[in-house]
């Protein structure tokens, strides 16, 4: 297991109905990512997905609500397809990441610079769902084996 944070003392733990409440509401919120429920196929109660479709990336956080203990166990996953790897790289951890896209651009003196054009730090995504889950009195559990 790995990058377990635990709430604030005094915060009260709320229900497993109400923690999932919780993490579908940030859909609205203006995050780059998707909450939804879980599949029986993912072993998950709620999976949290981002496509960085520029870049072949796909993100993935499978979370698995323990009630009982007032944890999530959370699984981060990572697809990346490119024309070097024809079948694409499967990674799993906590490892934070950061995707980049650059451009080069002719300068005002008529020089090439290169430009950052995109920019995603995998932290835009673990933050929000991580601080959901402590803001209601949960522990974030990371692992990297089994949910």
């Not at 998950?44 to 496509?51: G, K």
Request: aromatic share 8%; proline share 7%.
């Amino acid at each position: 297991m790995a990058g377990t944070r635990y709430p604030d003392s005094g915060v009260a733990p709320l229900p497993a109905v109400e923690v999932s409440a919780a993490l579908l509401a940030l859909n609205g919120l203006d995050v780059p990512f998707v909450v939804r429920d879980g599949t029986p196929k993912e072993r998950a109660d709620l999976v949290a997905e981002c496509q960085l479709r520029g870049l072949g990336v796909t993100l993935k956080t499978r979370m698995r609500l323990v009630p009982a203990k007032h944890e999530v166990r959370a699984l981060e996953e990572r697809w990346e397809s490119s024309p070097e790897h024809s079948r694409g790289q499967y990674s799993r951890g906590q490892g934070p990441a950061v995707y980049r896209q650059w451009e080069y651009k002719r300068g005002p003196e008529g020089r090439r610079h290169k430009i950052e054009t995109f920019r995603f730090d995998t932290r835009e995504m673990k933050d929000p769902l991580r601080n959901a889950f402590l803001d209601v009195g949960w522990t974030w559990r990371g692992v990297l084996i089994r949910l």
